[in-house]
């Protein structure tokens, strides 16, 4: 059963920085790994992607102040958040896809004050 346990969000004034993690266990092959987030009244939408190579994509809105890094070792990826905005704010999914099957977290909260 691959589970995948997000942590590090949390409540951060406009301008700050958070870092959040997500770790995949239950497999023994983890493919691309990826954050999505989903705000109030909203659709989910895809922050940023990384592959297990290293190659990684984002979104138009985080693109220069989110990273997103992964650990192979330990099936693990980041997402360090920078110049947050109150518009960051959501519910970040971590995700996987492992043999063409999606898995998410059960999600972390993000909450930017102005």
């Known amino acids: 059963q691959v589970q995948l346990v997000e942590s590090g969000g949390g409540l951060v004034q406009a301008g700050g920085s958070l870092r959040l993690s997500c770790a995949a266990s239950g497999s023994r092959f983890i493919g691309a790994m990826g954050w999505y987030r989903q705000a109030p009244g909203k659709m989910r939408e895809l922050v940023a992607t990384i592959i297990s190579g290293g190659s990684t994509n984002y979104a138009d809105s985080v693109r220069g102040r989110f990273t997103i890094a992964r650990d192979n070792a330990k099936n693990t990826v980041y997402l360090q958040m920078n110049s947050l905005k109150p518009e960051d704010t959501a519910v970040y999914y971590c995700?996987?896809?492992?043999?063409?099957?999606?898995?998410w977290g059960q999600g972390t909260q993000v909450t930017v004050s102005s």
């Open positions: 995700n996987t896809l492992i043999f063409g099957k999606n898995y």
